[in-house]
């Protein structure tokens, strides 16, 4: 396997060393071009927009001031075309005379709306959105971060794209974001996006190997400031390309380059200091008295003297202080220039955040290279590095009864004492309190590598090719040490003192060929034939060791250890696609897109065949039409478009063979190797098939001033892997997965884009988005419902994982008599089904910007775990505690009749039922609208920095604010916060809510 | 001009069929490996014999720990001080079929236990009639089988067809007679042990059948100081599989508090009182938590076969008080107890002989098949609609032995549905 493979290897970068040899020096009749966008209503510098010189490889992209130049252009007539987001795209036709410079100033206008923008991601080849027949969203991260309190991806996706729905998980730093595009549609599979950085698929996800509820996240090492954009493929219908695994969409990264063709320099420092703060109060726990607290003998502080019966209550995480302000602060740092025929971007960045629980702590360094070499006009080579390494420590917290949350929320103060060396002492568990929580560590140090070498080779004007390789390799390094005690902190050979170690490696390697032919027929007609291939392989070791039972905290080396375990595994998946498409446009206005891509994976059944995937699509810029004229005096821009497309989602590694399991067996004292039965096996077993059909319309409005896309889709997933039941007396471990049932996603999306006042000192930008969801489970494949998620069930008809409760039929407050239904029915939505955000930006005088970001999640549930815990099963709440906090239906609402020998509450059918299936007060309306940033920033004017004798061309101060307000008649902490890694829960237990950070940021160019 | 276009046209070319063809010359591309699971296909079963029936036998001494804990929480051996309502469940016996703890901790393990015997009892082995494989993997179906006859009201295997009770104690009297034949011809140790718990196994099954001729002499082919452990050891990491899972739950979770039936001082149930632990329930008991101390580590063996329950089986399949009474004043002489001082009809000693085997067999597994047997004789056992010791639960009900999962009864079709 691994001669064949490194064998194949070679010849790939044989493939792309031999494209990549210069196939002549510079051509000598050339010339050199020089220019300067502008921007058309203030006449400045627009810096970042991308230059290409047409029929050749050459690009590059405008310095701080709006600079460019090209040299070894060919003489003759040259087109320029010049792109920028915000910007309509314009091009222009220079004459290049050999040995001499050419200059030109380009003027571009704002456009909210801009049809000619290329996008990189989910078609073939570099294409004008113009078209692209389904939707791909382009982000530009170095805008939002001017602004906004970003640290991390999903801070810059956040509210930025209709359809996108993102949930920080917790209020821990380091910590997931759950993001979902256009619905969940897979039950055993992940329904996370690909993710790409310039072409390269990297590892996405949240890492194996949480902290109770919270997770570390493989997205939060992307630093946000090596971002120049982010293109989001929504879709099968515009993933198709992506191939049989991308159907919970793709996110494709493009980092920031360097300027070929100019000589120039600058440099740009961030220097970035913040705090964040806990906003939420934590409820009191309570107690009532008993003979032996109250006596004078108590050592219970807060009963002693009392009466027998006497309500106390207690807040431990207030009482011990265990709430401390966070601190962020990042140093980022980036240097970009070129020369004649090669430019580069070099970046550092540090990113240190400390939560607000103790123990909380995220730290991040990247280093990014990007090298780009144009020997020639055929040929331009694109290097890139990234290096970073993050290290988070996460509390002991979440979705765990003994850690912060649970250790203060699920205490009793009726175990308060005064006694020295006392035992709980009003925490939660054991004699775990504030000692034994704060000695334990859960740390991850990652390292990782992302490079790519991208290579475009035109060897005709109508002919191009790309070839792209690339690597993601990272290591994880995980601890988890609980230190010895003298105590039982924690029960169990775990006071002994434990060492859990984890090392984990994920590797990915990407081969991608493209080629292009584009040909004119005529004076209207185009066609543009793209192939290629794309070979990913993924591979993924652990190894784990855990030694419990220290002699001294002093060497708690796992080898130092009484009991030592350990562990390993090892998994590898190989997929290839071809691919094709061809684009006929008609008149530069109407396009139509086929395409198709098939599909090899080391995960399908070995009977499943070739997976093909087939897409169409058209666009018509209807308002390039004649008999559009009359109306552009209000309608400027007008395209529809319709596509319609398949991707799928892979099986897992291994997940079609009949297996057995590993499982030891004893003779005497000595373990040997044995084995149980795994799973069956399904040979047939293929692909997820999502199948997506969307149509829309872009439009300026009023001088293009006003730009709405709107969107309606429609998707659905068949062939659904579900573990197919078998009778557990079978005696198989698990069920075999098999392609049966489907899912329908369906929705709406709306972006819109105002320039509500654009004077010379005053411009007011409007951003809103909205979008809807109807997610339903449409087959179960004849299976019966199951579980799925904390709460959650799998009902035909209902959401993926729609809550589930035996539900309250009557309530009888004279006889005390609760009725609930005999089966568990629907409670309420898991996702969403309508989101929206609001963003208004007014600048003032050019050089003050005032920014505030609104949004909102409607009509889904929360599983209120906190709250369900602590009045039913370790009762510490007033609710239940005082019987006189709650109304009589309320209480038996919430715990049924809790008069003892009675059964708490009882179904039609007479039976008797328990709080664990009747959780109706616990299943509550999550809906929200917050406050999710404001900012302040402001330029400071070019005169004051003339002062500084120019070595500052830009400085700015920006001061932000996240999460500011949050309203909502969720009684919980936050209902935004999730204590269930499975994608099919939104469970708040115990989980720390996201807290309110400010940052106060400078930004210099030098 | 045009040579450049050639050369172009060429080299693209020759780079395309290089990066088409090395994939696709060759599927093995998408021929991978994955060690992390045994694709069965690369195991022979026949040579793999040893491997695959040592491993059932394994699996029934996971399942055996699991079925011995939920059993003293259901017949009131141990109070549940766990938090989860499905163990609760049993506490107050109303276990419903959809209980996952039902499902996960005691049915799965025991069919899986039953499953893995029979794989090794579908091949075709060398020497059938000696192999100890195939008295090993008899003798734990059998004991397997027995189990489940035992604390389920019904049963069915290898996705078969509903078994009444009394089938299912047949089908165990069938495997026990194989393991014991075949164990007996072995001539080994091992194979003489073996056969000598498949008696004790076959004694269990005729006595809870009502046969009880068949009881007593299947007990008097137990020798003399014959113990049969079922084993145990630490190991972290595969706990739920090795380790005796009583003292996992006592320690780990402090989920398993002596009953205060219990509670009497007899050294068969050793105990410590809230005073003398530092371990804290994991859910508040009203009267304290009690952890159990008869099995002190991770490695402590749990008997499953012996002399003494044959014995016992004896004396209460011969219906002789005088017998029983012999046999319980040796057992209270024995461990440090006065002299038995009841009624001496046979309705009272039959209660002390169940009494005195509920304390030699405590946290054992046996007394919810000595209550589905003898109800009325049985200890320490809360009647049903008596108050659970927990509130928010309902009186505790009327059931006598464990539902049959829902997960069993709707996915196997021959079960015919619901019971």
Redesign the interface.
């Known amino acids: 396997m691994s001669y064949q493979s490194s064998l194949k290897r070679v010849i790939l970068f044989v493939a792309a060393l031999l494209i990549m040899l210069p196939a002549r020096a510079l051509l000598a009749q050339t010339g050199t071009i020089t220019g300067k966008v502008v921007d058309g209503a203030t006449s400045q510098g627009i810096p970042d927009a991308r230059i290409v010189l047409r029929g050749t490889t050459f690009e590059t992209i405008t310095s701080r001031d709006g600079e460019f130049r090209f040299s070894a252009a060919r003489a003759g007539t040259a087109i320029i075309g010049v792109f920028r987001l915000g910007y309509k795209a314009t091009s222009d036709t220079v004459k290049v005379t050999a040995g001499q410079t050419t200059t030109l100033t380009v003027t571009m206008t704002q456009s909210t709306v801009n049809l000619s923008q290329v996008v990189v991601t989910g078609t073939a080849g570099n294409q004008e959105r113009k078209a692209q027949s389904a939707v791909v969203a382009s982000v530009s991260a170095a805008d939002i971060i001017a602004t906004a309190p970003v640290n991390n991806v999903a801070n810059t996706l956040q509210s930025q794209v209709p359809g996108i729905s993102l949930s920080a998980q917790s209020g821990t730093v380091g910590s997931a974001t759950m993001i979902r595009i256009r619905g969940a549609s897979s039950v055993n599979l992940s329904n996370e996006p690909l993710l790409f950085v310039d072409g390269i698929r990297i590892n996405e996800g949240q890492v194996s190997g949480s902290v109770n509820g919270q997770n570390y996240d493989r997205l939060n090492d992307i630093n946000p400031e090596d971002i120049e954009s982010i293109e989001v493929v929504k879709g099968p219908a515009a993933a198709t390309l992506y191939g049989a695994d991308a159907s919970a969409g793709v996110i494709q990264i493009i980092t920031k380059k360097g300027h070929a063709g100019a000589s120039t320099f600058s440099q740009s420092l961030r220097v970035e200091g913040g705090s964040l703060q806990n906003t939420w109060t934590p409820p009191d726990q309570y107690g009532l008295c008993t003979a032996a607290l109250v006596a004078s003998t108590s050592t219970n502080p807060l009963c002693v003297g009392q009466v027998v019966g006497f309500l106390i209550h207690d807040n431990p995480l207030l009482r011990v202080g265990a709430f401390r302000n966070g601190a962020s602060s990042v140093i980022g740092w980036s240097a970009r220039g070129g020369g004649q025929n090669y430019g580069y971007n070099l970046s550092y960045g540090q990113d240190k955040e400390n939560g607000v629980l103790p123990n909380n702590n995220y730290n991040r360094y990247n280093v990014r290279s990007n090298f780009n070499y144009v020997p020639n006009t055929k040929l331009t080579i694109d290097a890139g590095l990234g290096l970073n390494q993050s290290d988070t420590r996460l509390s002991d917290n979440d979705n765990n009864t003994n850690g912060w949350f649970g250790g203060a929320l699920l205490g009793n103060p009726l175990t308060r004492t005064t006694a020295p060396g006392g035992q709980n002492d009003g925490w939660y568990g054991f004699n775990r309190h504030y000692n034994a929580i704060n000695s334990l560590d859960h740390e991850l140090l990652s390292h990782r590598v992302i490079t790519n070498l991208t290579a475009n080779y035109l060897p005709l004007p109508w002919f191009s090719n790309r070839f792209t390789l690339g690597m993601d390799f990272l290591q994880d390094q995980q601890s988890n040490i609980a230190p010895k005690n003298d105590s039982t902190w924690y029960g169990g050979l775990t006071d002994g003192g434990s060492n859990g170690q984890a090392e984990r490696t994920a590797e990915r390697y990407t081969f991608d060929y493209l080629g292009n032919l584009k040909n004119e027929w005529g004076k209207s007609w185009e066609t543009n034939f793209s192939f290629g291939l794309q070979v990913i392989s993924t591979r993924n070791t652990s190894l784990n060791a855990t030694g419990i039972g220290l002699v001294t905290n002093a060497n708690n080396s796992v080898s130092s250890a009484s009991t030592i375990t350990g562990g390993g595994g090892f998994t590898e998946q190989r997929l290839f696609g071809y691919l094709a498409q061809l684009q006929i446009g008609n008149e530069n206005k109407r396009f139509v897109q086929i395409g198709v891509r098939i599909d090899k994976n080391s995960s399908f059944g070995a009977q499943a065949p070739a997976f093909v995937l087939p897409k169409v699509g058209g666009s018509w810029a209807i308002s390039e039409e004649k008999f559009f004229d009359p109306l552009t005096k209000y309608v400027n821009t007008l395209r529809l478009r319709a596509s319609w497309g398949t991707t799928g989602r892979s099986p897992g590694p291994g997940a079609a063979l009949t297996t057995l399991s590993a499982a030891p067996y004893l003779t005497g004292t000595t373990e040997f190797a044995g084995a149980v039965l795994g799973n069956p096996g399904n040979a047939t077993l293929k692909p997820e098939r999502g199948t997506e059909f969307e149509g829309g319309l872009d439009a300026g409005l009023w001088h293009n001033r006003v730009s709405a896309e709107v969107t309606y889709f429609t998707k659905t997933t068949n062939d659904l892997i579900l573990a197919n039941p078998i009778p557990p007396s079978l005696g198989f471990s698990s069920n075999p997965l098999a392609n049966i049932g489907s899912v329908v996603n369906n929705g709406v999306e709306i972006a819109l884009n105002v320039a509500a006042i654009d004077k010379r000192s005053v411009r007011w930008d409007i951003r809103a988005g909205i979008n809807t969801l109807h997610n339903e489970l449409t087959s179960l494949g004849g299976i019966a419902p199951f579980a799925l998620g904390a709460q959650g069930r799998t009902l035909v008809g209902q959401q993926l994982g729609v809550y589930v409760s035996k539900k309250i039929v009557s309530i009888d407050t004279v006889l005390r008599k609760v009725t609930v239904n005999d089966t568990l029915a629907p409670m309420g939505n898991l996702w969403p089904t309508l989101e929206w955000n609001f963003t208004n930006t007014v600048t003032l005088f050019k050089n003050l910007r005032l920014s505030a970001l609104v949004d909102a999640k409607k009509n889904f549930m929360v599983q209120n775990f906190t709250a369900y815990f602590r009045e039913t099963q370790l009762v510490r709440s007033n609710l239940r505690i005082d019987t006189l906090a709650l109304s009589q239906y309320e209480r038996l609402r919430r715990f049924g009749d809790l008069t003892p020998g009675h059964p708490a509450f009882v179904t039609l059918s007479g039976k008797s039922e328990t709080v664990s299936n009747v959780v109706d007060a616990y299943i509550e309306p999550g809906d929200f609208v917050k406050l999710r940033e404001l900012s302040v920033s402001y330029t400071l004017p070019s005169s004051w920095l003339r002062q500084l004798r120019q070595t500052v061309q830009s400085a700015s101060v920006t001061l932000a604010m996240q999460n500011l307000k949050t309203w909502t008649n969720y009684s919980g902490a936050d209902p935004e916060v999730n204590a269930q890694s499975g994608a099919f829960s939104r469970q708040d237990f115990l989980t720390l809510p996201n807290a309110r950070k400010t940052i106060l940021r400078v930004n210099l160019t030098f | 001009m045009n040579n450049t276009?050639r050369?172009?046209?060429t080299?693209?070319i020759?780079?395309?069929v290089?990066?088409?063809g090395?994939?696709a010359c060759?599927?093995?591309?998408?021929?991978?490996?994955?060690?992390?699971?045994?694709?069965?296909?690369t195991?022979d079963p026949t040579s793999?014999a040893t491997?695959?029936a040592?491993?059932a036998?394994?699996?029934f001494?996971a399942a055996y720990g699991w079925l011995s804990m939920y059993g003293a929480w259901f017949s009131g051996e141990a109070d549940v001080a766990d938090?989860f309502?499905?163990r609760?469940?049993f506490g107050f016996r109303?276990i419903?079929d959809v209980n996952g703890s039902l499902?996960t901790d005691v049915?799965?393990p025991i069919?899986?236990a039953?499953?893995?015997s029979?794989?090794v009892l579908d091949l075709t082995l060398p020497t059938p009639t000696t192999n100890i494989n195939i008295a090993r993997a008899a003798t734990f179906r059998g004991f397997a089988v027995l189990l489940i006859a035992n604390d389920f009201c019904a049963g069915?295997?290898?996705?078969?067809a509903k078994l009444t009770t009394a089938q299912l104690l047949d089908t165990a009297t069938f495997w026990f007679n194989t393991g014991r034949t075949v164990g007996l011809a072995n001539g080994t140790v091992d194979g003489v042990s073996l056969a000598n718990a498949a008696a004790l196994g076959l004694a269990r099954a005729r006595l809870q059948i009502g046969d009880n001729a068949g009881a007593l002499a299947a007990a008097a082919l137990v020798p003399a100081g014959f113990v049969y452990n079922m084993?145990?050891?630490?190991?972290?990491?595969?706990a739920n599989?090795?380790e005796n899972k009583i003292w996992q739950y006592t320690?780990?979770?402090?989920s398993v508090s002596v009953a205060a039936g219990y509670q009497t001082g007899d050294p068969r149930v050793p105990f410590f009182t809230p005073a003398q632990t530092?371990?804290?329930g994991q859910?508040?008991l009203p009267n304290g938590f009690f952890p159990q101390n008869k099995f002190t580590a991770y490695?402590s063996a749990i008997r499953l076969a012996s002399r003494l329950e044959a014995d016992y089986i004896a004396a209460e399949a011969s219906a002789s008080t005088a017998q029983r009474l012999t046999l319980i004043a040796a057992r209270r002489a024995a461990n440090n107890q006065p002299a038995y001082a009841g009624a001496g009809d046979a309705a009272s000693v039959l209660t002390e002989l169940m009494l005195q085997r509920s304390f030699d067999f405590y946290l054992e597994g046996r007394k919810l098949a000595d209550y589905r047997r003898n109800p009325s004789s049985t200890s320490n056992i809360k009647p049903a609609?008596a108050?659970y010791y927990k509130?928010?639960?309902?009186?505790v009900?009327t059931q006598t032995c464990y539902p049959i999962?829902y997960?069993?009864y709707?996915?196997?079709k021959n079960?015919g549905g619901q019971p």
Not at chain 2, 232 to 237: H, V
Not at chain 2, 251 to 254: A, C, E, G, I, V
Request: hydrophobic share 40%; aromatic share 8%; proline share 5%.
């Open positions: 276009i050369r172009a046209v080299r693209t020759a780079v395309a290089l990066v088409f090395a994939p060759s599927n093995k591309f998408v021929d991978v490996t994955n060690p992390n699971v045994i694709d069965a296909a195991v793999g491997l695959l040592n491993s036998q394994q699996n001494a938090t309502p499905t609760n469940e109303l419903a499902l049915w799965n069919q899986l039953a499953a893995s029979k794989i069915s295997l290898s996705g078969g084993l145990y050891l630490q190991d972290l990491t595969n599989r090795i320690f780990d979770r402090s530092a371990l804290r859910d508040a490695g609609g108050t509130p928010g639960y309902a009186n009900g999962p997960q069993e709707s996915t196997n079960f």
